[in-house]
Nanobody, 114 residues
Framework: QVQLVESGGGLVQFGGSLRLACAAS????????MGWYRQAPGKQRELVAI??????NYADSVKGRFTISRDNAKNMVYLQMNNLKPEDTAVYYC?????????WGQGTQVTVSS
């Protein structure tokens, strides 16, 4: 069982920055992939960024603005979000693919005002 707890969401103005954090209850070095997804009202949940031990991948809509990173010593994954836009408004979820299955956090709200 893997527990994920997100933090760092909030209200920010257009062009601002936020850093989301995801704390995992297991060693993230043993997790296949960790990632951030988001879901805006009335829309499907979508991939934002994923990371494993050797690579990262981003949705086209956030490339150049968002950066995913990990701290294995702290069992943390981060999402640095710069140059935020109103269309980035959503609930952001942390996701982990582990040997025992796929796990999600409870989500953190990000709201970007125009």
């Amino acid at each position: 069982q893997v527990q994920l707890v997100e933090s760092g969401g909030g209200l920010v103005q257009f062009g601002g920055s936020l850093r989301l954090a995801c704390a995992a209850s297991v060693r993230i070095s043993s997790i296949y992939y960790m990632g951030w997804y988001r879901q805006a009202p009335g829309k499907q949940r979508e991939l934002v960024a994923i990371i494993n031990s050797v690579t990262t991948n981003y949705a086209d809509s956030v490339k150049g603005r968002f950066t995913i990173s990990r701290d294995n010593a702290k069992n943390m994954v981060y999402l640095q979000m710069n140059n935020l836009k109103p269309e980035d408004t959503a609930v952001y979820y942390c996701r982990a693919e582990y040997s025992s299955g796929v796990y999600w956090g409870q989500g953190t709200q990000v709201t970007v005002s125009s």
